[in-house]
């Protein structure tokens, strides 16, 4: 599981209104949307975060 971090953000008040109305028809929470429209430019193009390895994984040695 990713560990999540706050931090400030500013945005122009129609962008945040636009993303507001959006999140709300896709039934998400306002941070909700900015992450998938974060994650969805992300992957668009190739810049993905790479899955770190899980650590509590048991090895089959």
Same mark, same amino acid.
């Given at each position: 599981? =990713?560990?999540?971090?706050?931090?400030?953000?500013?945005?122009?008040?129609?962008?945040l209104?636009?993303?507001?109305?959006?999140?709300?028809?896709?039934?998400?929470?306002?941070?909700?949307?900015?992450?998938?429209m974060?994650?969805?430019?992300?992957?668009?193009?190739?810049?993905?975060?790479?899955?770190?390895?899980? /650590?509590?994984?048991? /090895?089959? =040695?």
């Amino acid at each position: 599981m =990713s560990k999540k971090k706050a931090f400030a953000l500013r945005i122009n008040e129609d962008m945040l209104k636009a993303v507001e109305k959006w999140a709300s028809d896709e039934f998400r929470s306002t941070n909700g949307q900015i992450e998938w429209m974060l994650m969805q430019y992300l992957k668009d193009n190739n810049r993905s975060p790479k899955p770190k390895p899980d /650590s509590n994984k048991k /090895s089959d =040695s």
